[in-house]
DNA sequence: ATGGATGAATTGGTCAGGCCACTTGGCCAA
DNA sequence: TTGGCCAAGTGGCCTGACCAATTCATCCAT
């Protein structure tokens, strides 16, 4: 019948097992591997099929693969499941408090270099946010925009891809479905006037107030977020439990 | 001589050219591509080679390989093109500032939450620093753990996330190497004696100091890092770089 | 003895040719 | 028309070999 299992091609299923090695720790961060003649044989499959699997490897990162000396364990510490209970879910609460501590503290940097130019951009972009506030989909990019903006005005290239990756992680499926329900043409509306504040207080190199100003717009960003539906679904603080077991394993 | 980089394996070069194939769009989405064999007296390579190349787009999602069949565009390469020149690279200095940013707001931050047990944790990293100065891989680990413990003190896992992805940004092949000529059992000796400085203003829930100590860690180990750079090897052309970078990015 | 050059062993990179399993599409028979 | 069957096309995998880069122990000159 359904089978299922389409038949996983050898290469693939020799990557797997290599892939678990290294998870487990079998094989330590920087260890050489045995030649790849010597897995052909151990594992019973012929030299190119080892080949493709440490390619396939190698492309995810896990091995450094180096000319004429070995194969190597790569340094990736993505995600190590040395905790026995999995909980590799950060809850919007977590995303927007990390978002706090670190977009204020790049907010207030951008306060102190920031130029007429830049300004200039921040409100080009609140013109754009006035104009779609009645399309989500819309005021999303442009809200991004204006983090990242922000970001720019440091003039640095990885923080700017920084805040762009930490904004886009709230938009896993499941959050996305929760937020339909919140945001609306109000919620950017005052969105928006907490833009225009932190721009003032950029524009007015002002540090600190910069740094109020983007710490009072996520802390509301948070409470929109939670008044709508938080208490229904989520009858507890979620970032608060998953920080208290982090505490302890640390 | 220093090569200074892996001299780029013949797969890549062929996984590169049928990519850009995809990206200019020459390769339509859908579209079957010739078969192996041909494809390999096209490129006139061998047929594990095109095979080997073909398993790298394979996993970067970019052609579906399907057994008895041909292989074919991926549809997924279409949100591929927002970002056409994606070449986020950043050296190893805009590395660090934004590190300095982030993880001086980490440490205040920190130094305002950081309880007895947090202290131990952060005096037991220190401790193994200093039993593995002479240990370059094993001192980074440590050095990478201390960091991501004081992300653990405010206890959002976000921020351990973040913290650990951005140290091992400086990882990529390139820095590596650049980084073996300077890092020795003086320079974690050093790096040491400020992470206890950090240690200490975190102890004594001290933010304006944890924040000093935090942004006075980096900005010399930029200096070791920049003092060294400089007279050791610069004279890479920039082809060669460049190469290694796009090696690199995967 | 010490330090640098050298060559053999090791190891990844590539090639050639072949056989097998799966997919596909058309042919043929019911 | 429908159903199964078959053969060509294609990817999956193997064997065996040679090349190129690296490594390391050895040897020679200082």
Redesign the pocket.
Known sequence: MFSAV????????VADQIRSMIATGELAVGQ?????????EKL?????????A??VLEVEGLVH???????YVARKHTVQPAQPEREPFEGPFELLQARSIIECAIAEEAAQRATSSHIAVLDENLQQMASVVNDTDAALEIDRAFHTAIAGIVGNAALIRFTGEIYDQRMTPYFEKLASHFEGPDSWSRAMEEHRAIRDAIAANDPAAAKQAMRTHLDRSQKRFSESFGEELFGEDEGGRAAARRNAKI
């Open positions: 389409e038949s996983r091609r050898l290469y693939r299923q050489r591997l045995p030649p790849e003649r010597e897995l052909a019973a499959v012929s030299r190119p099929t080892i080949r493709e440490l390619i693969i180096r000319m004429g000396s070995g194969i």
